[in-house]
């Protein structure tokens, strides 16, 4: 079946570490994005990507780096220099040319920092 | 810049309809979208209306657009307990890369 796989469901990492979260599509995207879900706060854009070796900040991108060198694959990483990044990460991906611009959803990374 | 808002929590009785608000600010919106989140899973896309529209019908669910006021609501009728979850409202523009812009959610929570 086709969608979008994040991993892991469930991360723990130390004040310091970075970490990265894994997200693949066999959907045949062009697009894939990165959210950040805090209590309260809805969605925020971290990073989305467009097209393979491109990719572009968006609302809250300090702190993270992402890289899009497969189409497939859009891997985020939380850098220790992101302040408070325990959240629920959201991978999600979207055909380019669509004109109702529906997203597709992984089922999310939940980080906690110790 | 771009905000959309909504009431965070809502409870209602199973059998009585539901009714969630929203407001947006960007009047270049082409697309808004209702998308539903279970807990500890991701988003699923429950429907969307084009900006052109005032009322989409789909089920038992109803969208209403007022573009004057910047207001889309999600009515649901026949509330089940399954309906329990955030839903969440989300502009955005056609080529705009599919760059949504989503509110911060509200909790429907459906009681026997």
């Known amino acids: 079946d086709g969608g979008i796989t994040q991993s892991p469901k469930y991360l723990f990492r130390k004040e310091g570490q970075n970490v990265t979260l894994s997200c693949e599509q066999n959907?045949?995207?062009?697009?894939m994005y990165w959210y950040r879900q805090d209590p309260g706060q809805g969605l925020r854009l971290i990073y989305y990507?467009?097209?393979?070796?491109?990719?572009q900040k968006g609302d809250i991108a300090e702190g993270y780096s992402v890289s899009r060198e497969k189409k497939e694959s859009f891997p985020l990483t939380v850098t220790s220099a992101q302040k408070n990044p325990t959240a629920f990460y959201l991978c999600?991906?979207?055909?380019?040319?669509?004109?109702?611009?529906?997203?597709?959803f992984g089922e999310g990374s939940r980080l906690t920092v110790l | 810049g771009e905000d959309v808002e909504q009431s965070l929590f809502l409870s209602v009785r199973e059998g009585d309809s539901s009714v969630i608000n929203c407001t947006y600010t960007?009047?270049?919106?082409?697309?808004l979208y209702w998308y539903k989140q279970e807990p500890g899973a991701g988003l699923q896309l429950l429907t969307y209306?084009?900006?052109?529209?005032d009322m989409k019908q789909d089920q038992r669910l109803t969208v209403l657009l007022n573009k004057k006021d910047k207001h889309l609501s999600l009515r649901i009728a026949d509330t089940q307990t399954g309906d329990s979850a955030i839903y969440f409202c989300?502009?955005?523009?056609?080529?705009?890369?599919?760059?949504?812009?989503f509110g911060t959610g509200t909790q429907l929570k459906v009681e026997l």
């Open positions: 989300a502009e955005g523009l056609t080529g705009g890369g599919n760059k949504l812009t």
């Open positions: 960007d009047s270049s919106s082409t697309y």
């Open positions: 959907l045949n995207h062009d697009a």
């Open positions: 999600a991906s979207s055909m380019r040319a669509q004109n109702t611009g529906e997203l597709f």
């Open positions: 209306i084009f900006s052109n529209m």
């Open positions: 990507s467009q097209i393979v070796n491109d990719f």
